[in-house]
């Protein structure tokens, strides 16, 4: 990348069919009553650490600039707390919208580079897929040696805490019958009703803006 | 009153505490809970941010295994309580969804017709048992404990079937019912971070303190929590958030049930208490609401 980006965007910089994508998923479809009131962005708990405030990604999203919407690490500061989805004057289904931008950014691999919520949700999909209930602190440990695992050093002392307190399980969680429940989780069709089946189970591992 | 119950993942590992205090607390007054068998993972934020088909299907799944006891589905997490209900409500909202739900279902002959009733204990023991049914049965009023409620997210959005949103007031109901007073602050549903508190501190870590502090200075004693991932949130980054804004002081994280379950005079042991990293012990002895039980040895 060169030293000087262009800060303006351009016609062609456009991907109409990916506002359309994200339009068609269940909770989106009011995406264009936004009047750009930003009230989504003043009652985020977490805007402050966002590269761009849910108002942008609303207006971006829309307008179709796919690549600013899912190179923003602001897909994955979200916390799905919900705030601006029930505060929406106009009803916008913010949160979903934000889900509809992740599972995007995930099925074509775009995403900030090991970014931690991203790989959490995927090994959290993996694991589950697998035994049908999650166990958090196989989950954790996975995720912070695959993105810093220098990190896991610094958690000792809590990891410590919580053995002692019976609260660190190691013995993954399963079904009684997993293979039933697979049969339930395979082969799903996509709910825009449109875009083909993704393949199974082996996603793109996705990294590089 | 009989009803199904979804304990969902972290009632089975990190949070056992609260499934622990919730099912004594029930035993205590007659409700009984069936554990739904072969419930799944509801998903939580993770499956919606990797494939929604998979995350309504995985959590419907739970719904039509529910829809068969004939019982009212009680999910005591508040993330796998808000995606049960949000699961529910898009079923019948999306006709799409509900094909490509109904479809996966059927691989194992199940169908799903819309009839789960998903509850929260909040709801079962304030409403449906009743504040007033429950004050009659408490033998250790929480008596000088000043309570802060924590609600979190998902049990008031994106859908609150038993609660006002804005200002809910469920959880400080049951806890006036069992003698304790009340610390009204502002940011009682503000979101605790989720999985982001974990995996990003440097943003999720300072919602926790905003939170803590607002209850430090309306002087709380004690945090009431109703979700797992709330509990440990508040209750495990203490000690990095402290190290960072000294002037907060460490306080105890509890299960909303756990507090009940002490004023029905079950006996800390057998409502997890020995599980926090920070023991409520000695605050409960120097109210005296604990003058003669026993303390577990491990709590320490």
């Not at chain 2, 169908?111 to 049914?133: D, S």
């Not at chain 2, 069992?178 to 503000?190: D, H, M, Q, T």
Request: proline share 6%; aromatic share 8%.
């Amino acid at each position: 990348m060169g030293q000087v980006q262009r800060a303006y965007r351009y016609e062609t910089d456009r991907d109409p069919s990916f506002a359309d994508e994200i339009r068609r998923m269940p909770g989106c479809e009011l995406m264009d009553r936004c009047i750009q009131c930003a009230t989504c962005s003043a009652v985020c708990p977490l805007s402050a650490h966002m590269e761009r405030t849910p108002r942008r990604i609303i207006e971006l999203t829309r307008n179709g600039f796919r690549n600013d919407v899912l190179s923003s690490n602001t897909i994955w500061v979200c916390a799905s707390c919900y705030q601006c989805q029930v505060e929406c004057p106009k009803q916008i289904g913010i949160t979903d919208i934000m889900y509809a931008l992740k599972t995007k950014a995930i099925a074509s691999g775009f995403y900030p580079k090991r970014f931690p919520t991203a790989v959490l949700a995927k090994e959290f999909f993996a694991q589950v897929q697998k035994n049908g209930r999650l166990t958090e602190t196989i989950l954790a440990q996975n995720v912070f040696l695959k993105t810093n695992p220098l990190k896991v050093w610094g958690m000792r002392k809590l990891g410590i805490r919580l053995i002692r307190a019976k609260r660190y399980h190691l013995k993954p969680l399963r079904l009684k019958h997993p293979q039933s429940f697979q049969q339930s989780l395979s082969g799903l069709k996509p709910l825009d009703g449109k875009s083909s089946p993704r393949p199974e189970a082996s996603r793109p591992t996705g990294g590089a803006r | 009153m009989k009803f199904a119950y979804f304990p969902g993942c972290s009632a089975k590992t990190g949070g056992a505490a609260y499934e622990k205090s919730f099912l004594a607390v029930c035993d205590k007054l007659g409700i009984e809970m069936e554990e739904l068998d072969e419930w799944n993972c509801c998903g939580a934020t993770s499956y919606m941010s990797v494939d929604e088909s998979y995350a309504y299907a995985l959590s419907t799944r739970n719904l039509a295994l529910a829809e068969k006891t004939g019982m009212d589905l009680v999910a005591p997490c508040g993330g796998c309580y808000g995606i049960l209900l949000k699961s529910d409500h898009y079923y019948k909202r999306y006709p799409i969804l509900k094909q490509v739900v109904a479809d996966g279902l059927s691989h194992e002959n199940l169908v799903y017709e819309g009839k789960a009733v998903v509850r929260h204990p909040l709801e079962v023991l304030a409403q449906m048992f009743g504040t007033k049914a429950l004050r009659k049965e408490v033998k250790r009023p929480l008596k000088g404990l000043k309570v802060a409620c924590y609600y979190g997210c998902r049990i008031l959005r994106p859908i609150a079937p038993f609660e006002d949103m804005h200002h809910p007031q469920t959880m400080e109901n049951l806890m006036k019912s069992v003698g304790a007073r009340i610390a009204e602050y502002p940011l009682n549903a503000k979101c605790c971070g989720g999985a982001v508190a974990g995996v990003l501190p440097e943003a999720g870590l300072d919602l926790i303190w905003m939170i803590l502090r607002d209850i430090e200075r309306n002087e709380g004693d004690v945090i009431a929590t109703s979700c797992p991932l709330c509990q440990f949130n508040l209750e495990a980054y203490q000690e990095e958030i402290i190290r960072k804004h000294p002037e907060i002081k460490p306080i105890p994280v509890l299960y909303f049930t756990q507090l009940i379950g002490l004023a029905l005079g079950i006996e800390p042991r057998e409502l997890g208490l020995d599980r926090l990293l920070l023991p409520v012990e000695p605050l409960l002895r120097e109210k005296g609401i604990l003058a003669d039980a026993k303390v577990p040895a491990e709590a320490k």
